[in-house]
């Protein structure tokens, strides 16, 4: 039984042996260069790769880690190596003893000393010893096995990971500080998104807000016009008559004015006539001018600055003995044929001045603008606010001939009323820009409440 015994430690010892020399069969030894760093991965060519990366340094990390664990387990199979040796030592002494022992039967001796456990450390069982030593080594071989392929796993790992890595195109899990920092990062570029929409929304607000001003002020003034544009239709409609109305000019500018629509055929004669009311200084201004291509003076009536009233014909000039500056209503005619360059001037039906050499033998041309309130430096335009016509005018009227006497004096004291042969004083005929205005008027009556 004893040299049964024995056999089987040795039986242990060989399979523990052989069990230590397999495990330790599965370390590979490789070179790498001279004087470099054992730690530091080797390319197939022997090339050193850096690893700096904190993906690379935890890699390295784990690799240190586990060799260190392989040590361990390579130090706790030695000594496990040397405990077999100790027992296989005491079951020799054990053996010799027993064959000392003459009186006592083999099975008996080996079981009370066994029982008896003479050596301190034996255990009761060696059988039982030898089933854990066996259980123990297994399970020693087993974790030395999973040590090494988690290692083999891990290189392959790190391998990828640097390789990946040198290439721009790294995968595998994250660390836990990178993945902070990148979803740091999302967060911060998620906050400065949320403010610049933010932001977006209030501009879009805000333009919102100017636009529906703009709007409103825009309706606002297109109420205004259309309001204004009734009001002046109505005034229109309130004539009694096409005549019944006058242009009022109650600004010095440039851009106050009145045109007649009408044009003036080739005359050797002319009386225009018109009803005037102001009271601006120094003088009225221009109550109205006649311009044609090449000559902007063609006909003008003028009282500019501290001159006295003048009429141009052709761009040349005679002063006319009338004053309808003091803000009353005044009737006016002036006369004028090419024989001559003979002219009349009448202001309430009374004649106060006559002359002659006024563009004699000159034909009044053609196709030309008659303006209200302003002076023409060129045909229809060019107006100088010095020059214009600051009150109120109507009854504008003027014909190709020289009226008579009596007839001046019935339209002026509204006896009687004729409308112009060649430019009527009618509605239709006249209009106003620039802020000018028409409005009813009954001047004979006006005139009436003025005495």
Sequence with gaps: MLAFLVGLLYLVGGRTVRSHDATGSRFVCSAIPAGSDPSCPFDPNGNRVQITSPVEEELQSTIFHLRETILQQKETIVSQQGTIKELNSKLSRCESAAEDSAGRSRGSSRRKDYSKNTMGDL??????????????????????????????????????????????????????????LLKHRLGTLE????????ELEEEKSQLYNETAAH??????????????????????????????????????????????????PEMYAFTVCMWLKSSALPGIGTPFSYGVPGQANEIVLIEWGNNPMELLVNDKVAQLPLSV???????????????DGFWEAYQDGERLGTGENLAPWHPIKPGGVIILGQEQDIVGGRFDATQAFVGELSHFNMWDRVLRPVDIMGMANCSSYMPGNVVPWIDTNVEVLGGASKAALEICEDRMIES
């Design 191 to 198: 906050g400065q998104l949320l403010k610049k929409v933010a």
């Design 215 to 264: 709007r409103q002020r825009t309706e606002s003034t297109l109420n205004s016009l259309l309001e204004r544009i009734t009001e002046l239709e109505r005034s229109n409609n309130a004539f009694k008559s096409p005549e019944d109305f006058k242009v009022s000019l109650p600004l010095r500018t440039n851009y106050l004015y009145g045109r007649i629509k009408k044009s003036l």
């Design 325 to 339: 500056s003091d803000g009353r209503w005044h009737h006016i005619c002036i006369t004028w044929t090419t024989r």
């Design 123 to 180: 255990p009761r069982d060696p059988t039982e010893t030898i089933d854990q030593l066996e259980k123990t080594m297994q399970g020693l071989k087993g974790r030395l096995e999973n040590l090494e392929q988690q290692l083999r796993s891990n290189l392959s790992a790190a391998t990828a990971a640097v390789v990946s890595g040198v290439g721009g195109n790294a995968v595998g899990p994250l660390p836990a500080e990178l993945r902070e």
